[in-house]
């Protein structure tokens, strides 16, 4: 089985972004804000955006099934207050548990929150749970930047966030740190704060003692754990000036990273250097990067390719990237499948 732990509803209907406007002109004039009824998009629509997208390319590619959340830019947790975060949240996460719905097979929901720059993360519990228990996500995608670009919150491994954790220990789901638009002019979104983000989050982990207070949480760093496999002896040299462990003994037992790296010298160098354990199969289908490869001919995030090519890894090994590791992580995931007898 193919399990993708990365992918976004970046086609959703364009109602959704419609809506959308609409909630951040409303900002201005809170006299036509509108409510999250009048949003309505049909289990047909659902269809086409999903049968010919996602589904589409999966078919393609060959992947099974797809951890799905809504889309990364989208969730721009810097626009408004906690209510409009509240509220858009809300509709994105049902809109992918309508997907789940839809197509049992093949996408499995994890939920943003509603986070907003300044307020307390235990807000966003109630979301959560409800994600959780009703939605039956798996998982949750956690921004450690809501001001969009600006770096206003605290690290990662600060009290501050401890709500948002107690409950991923409760309930044993993973947080996929990733961040949303940058309203920074110096950062682009996809080209550097996303990268950015999955550097600073593990360099966050690596400077504290997080894990100690959290031996069981788990954080999956995407996009190839940015600049981190790259330069893992930056990272190794750091922690040992710093009188840290390991960091194999440190980090590696709470942190993951993702295949979502669109070049097979990137996937041969991630496959070397962090060990196979740590390493769950991801494309972000359909996302940052979606064109054709002129070097080989197809499209670069197809990153299935990648790691069937590598000579790095063994055939327990690629079925470990592609799925062992994804139902050991995300447990909630496992436990499904086994109850369908998978």
């Known amino acids: 089985m193919i399990i993708d732990v990365h992918g976004h509803y970046t086609t959703a209907p364009a109602a959704l972004g419609a809506w959308r406007d609409l909630q951040i002109a409303a900002l201005k004039d809170p006299s036509q804000k509108p409510s999250a009824a009048d949003l309505r998009i049909s289990d047909d629509q659902i269809r086409e955006t999903i049968e ?20 990364a830019s989208f969730m ?34 994890a939920a943003m929150l509603p986070q907003s720059p300044g307020v307390d993360p235990a807000t966003c ?10 939605y039956g996500n798996v998982g949750i995608n956690l921004n450690p930047d809501p001001s969009g670009g600006h770096w206003t919150s605290p690290p990662l491994s600060d009290r501050h966030w401890y709500p948002i954790y107690e409950k991923m220990v409760e309930y044993d ?3 996929m740190i990733h961040v949303s638009t940058s309203c920074n002019a110096c950062f682009h979104t996809t080209g550097s704060h996303y990268l950015n983000a999955d550097t600073t989050a593990f360099m966050q982990c690596l400077t504290s003692d997080l894990f100690k207070d959290f031996p069981t949480l788990k954080f ?7 600049a981190v496999p790259y330069h893992w002896g930056r990272f190794r040299g750091l922690a040992q000036e710093l009188k840290k462990p390991i960091l194999e003994e440190h980090l590696l037992n709470n942190i993951f990273f993702d295949t979502c790296v669109y070049h097979q010298p990137g996937i041969n160098l991630l496959t070397e ?31 299935k390719r990648y790691v069937n090519a590598t000579a790095n890894l063994t055939d327990e090994q690629r079925y470990q990237v592609f799925e062992g590791n994804a139902r050991r992580v995300f447990s909630r995931l496992d436990t499904r499948l086994k109850a369908k007898g998978l």
């Open 273 to 303: 250097v962090i060990p196979v354990k740590n390493i769950l199969f991801a494309s972000e289908m359909i996302g940052a990067v979606r064109g054709i490869d002129p070097r080989t001919g197809h499209y670069y995030d197809d990153t």
């Open 125 to 134: 519990i109630p979301e959560l749970v409800k994600c959780v228990e009703q």
């Open 76 to 109: 721009a947790h810097h626009i408004g207050d906690f209510e409009t975060s509240s509220t858009w949240a809300a509709i994105c996460n049902e809109l992918c548990y309508r997907v789940s719905q839809l197509f049992p097979d093949h996408f499995v929901p």
């Open 173 to 175: 789901i993973p947080a």
């Open 52 to 71: 010919t997208n996602q589904l589409k390319l999966m078919t393609e590619r060959g992947s099974d099934i797809t951890i799905f959340s809504p889309r």
């Open 220 to 226: 999956l760093i995407p996009h190839g754990g940015g």
